[in-house]
Structure formats: C-alpha cells, structure tokens
C-alpha cells in the first residue's frame, strides 16, 4: 500500500502569512504515460465532508482561490496558501489515487496564530 | 445540483452486519465510480471500498476484504455498504462520494455527501 505522509500534523499562521503543507508518498504517484500525479489535496472545515481543492497534484479545482497553489510530483508535494484568511482554519488532506487501496495522509490541522 | 444522502448508520453489537445505503442525485449515476470513506477522530480519513459505474470493478482496504461489500443499483441511483462482523474499531462517520470519472481507478472524488455514523457497541 502506498503510505502519504504530511508534515506538520499542526500549524498555526497569523493572518496573511505563508501556510506550507507538505505530503510524501511512499512510492511514486506519477503516471508516466501521461506525466500525470494522481494525487487530490481536501480541505475539510469543521462539521463538513472534505471538499477538493486540488486534482492532478496541481490542478485548482473551479472555485478554489488563488491564494491556494499547490505543486509537486512523483513522490513529494506541497500546498502553499499565499495569505492566510479565517476561513482557511481547517483540516488538510493528500490523498494518492494512483494505487489501490487508495490512501489520505493523516492530515495537518492548519490554524490560526 | 449532486447530492449524495447517506442513510443506515446507528448503534450496533459487535459482531452484527449493518447495511449503509447512498442515495445519489442531480446527475447520470451509473457514468460514474462512487466510494465510501470514513473518518474517525483517531485516524482522520480512511478510503473503505470504491466500485466502477457499471459494477465491474471493485476495491477494498485490504484489512476490510471479506468483512465489507460495496455494491450499487444503477436502477434506483443508490450505493450500498453491506457491512458483517462489526468490530468496535468500525465505529466512524462513513461517507458517500462521487468520483470524475466511470472508471474505479485513476479518477478523485470530487462530491461527497454529509455522511452516517456508525457506532459499534455492546
């Protein structure tokens, strides 16, 4: 099984700062015919399902703000968001589609400082 | 709009089944792969089982093969989780969600429902 493993568990951010998230793959996610990481970060706020926020390792999904970026392939990826807002207070997830059984990194609790 | 609507969850022995169902909503059902997801407070997010739009293919965590079976009436645009055996460390919120694509693999979920809890408990 592949294992995604994100760091920190935690962080706290003030307000209009930098918020780094960052996950590691255990094996490889790309999809070299189509040079395609098939990995979806969520954002997941508190009472909520997960919502994506990024497909294709950097692929911003309709209606994600662009403070949000994300990037990375074959084993190592981030997600930046560029100036922190209030509703940005959430949980944070990385998840490989690549290989069954499909696997989410344990999550980073993302607040604010 | 898509919707998803978990139903079926509740309080149950260990050692009992459960039957979770997923009512799906606002698009073509059966072009698409659908999973179910849980998530308890301890270990976050765990992808359970996940079935391709016209039921040929279906995957499983490999600690739940055996236990969970996943199945899908394209008919009546639902999702089910037969679950047997229950153990206390199934207790979770379990989640309906739709995958981009028919196909199991290589697609991501992109529309999850508001999930149901299952309590496993003597």
């Known amino acids: 099984d592949i294992v995604m493993t994100q760091s920190p568990d935690s962080l706290a951010v003030s307000l209009g700062e930098r918020a780094t998230i960052n996950c590691k793959s255990s094996?490889?996610?790309?999809?070299?015919?189509?040079?395609?990481?098939?990995l979806t970060w969520y954002q997941q706020k508190s009472g909520q399902p997960p919502k994506v926020l990024f497909y294709?390792?950097?692929t911003r999904e309709s209606g994600v703000p662009d403070r949000f970026n994300a990037s990375g392939s074959g084993t190592d990826f981030t997600l930046t968001i560029s100036s922190l807002q209030a509703e940005d207070v959430a949980l944070y997830y990385c998840?490989?589609?690549?290989?069954?059984?499909?696997?989410f990194g344990q999550g980073t609790k993302l607040e604010i400082k | 709009e898509v919707q998803l609507v978990e139903s079926g969850g509740g309080v149950v022995q260990p050692g009992r089944s459960l039957t979770l169902s997923c009512a799906a909503s606002?698009?073509?059902?059966?072009?698409?792969?659908m999973h179910w997801v849980r998530q308890t407070p301890g270990k976050g997010l765990e992808w359970v089982s996940g079935?391709?739009?016209?039921?040929?293919?279906?995957g499983y965590v490999d600690s739940l093969k055996g236990r969970f079976t996943i199945s899908r009436d394209n008919a009546k645009n639902s999702l089910y989780l037969q679950m047997s055996s229950l153990r206390d460390d199934d207790t979770a919120l379990y989640y309906c969600?739709?995958?981009?694509?028919?196909?199991?693999?290589?697609?991501?979920?992109?529309?999850w429902g508001k999930g149901t809890t299952v309590t496993v408990s003597s």
């Open positions: 998840y490989q589609y690549y290989s069954s059984p499909y696997t």
């Open positions: 094996q490889t996610v790309l999809f070299t015919s189509n040079r395609k990481s098939y």
């Open positions: 969600a739709k995958a981009v694509g028919e196909h199991l693999f290589y697609y991501h979920m992109d529309v």
């Open positions: 606002g698009f073509i059902f059966d072009d698409y792969a």
């Open positions: 294709w390792a950097s």
């Open positions: 079935i391709s739009g016209k039921s040929d293919s279906v």
